[in-house]
């Protein structure tokens, strides 16, 4: 098959990171509490309601379904 279609040579996978001037627009979905970028930067994780949430491709995913809870460990750490 040729022509214009689908060319999975040419497929290059891009990671997209967060872009840390949205923390300032964006809250926790449950509590409104405010959100911190992980120190791996692939989460946003909320004190008050001790949820992580993820970040995917560049972007938030701020569904509680999809957030995981935080360890006791993570809960007494300021620099998570």
Do not use: W
């Not at 001037?21 to 509590?31: A, D, S």
């Not at 120190?39 to 957030?67: N, T």
Request: charge should be negative; hydrophobic fraction near 40%.
């Amino acid at each position: 098959m040729s022509g214009r279609g689908f060319n999975s040579r040419r497929l290059h996978i891009v990671m997209i990171e967060f872009d840390e001037e949205m923390l300032v627009n964006l809250v926790c979905p449950l509590t409104g509490g405010k959100l911190v970028l992980s120190k791996d930067k692939q989460e946003l994780v909320c004190k008050l309601s001790q949820l992580a949430y993820p970040i995917r491709e560049g972007v938030p995913v701020l569904r509680y379904d999809h957030a995981r809870e935080l360890y006791s460990m993570e809960k007494d750490h300021d620099d998570i």
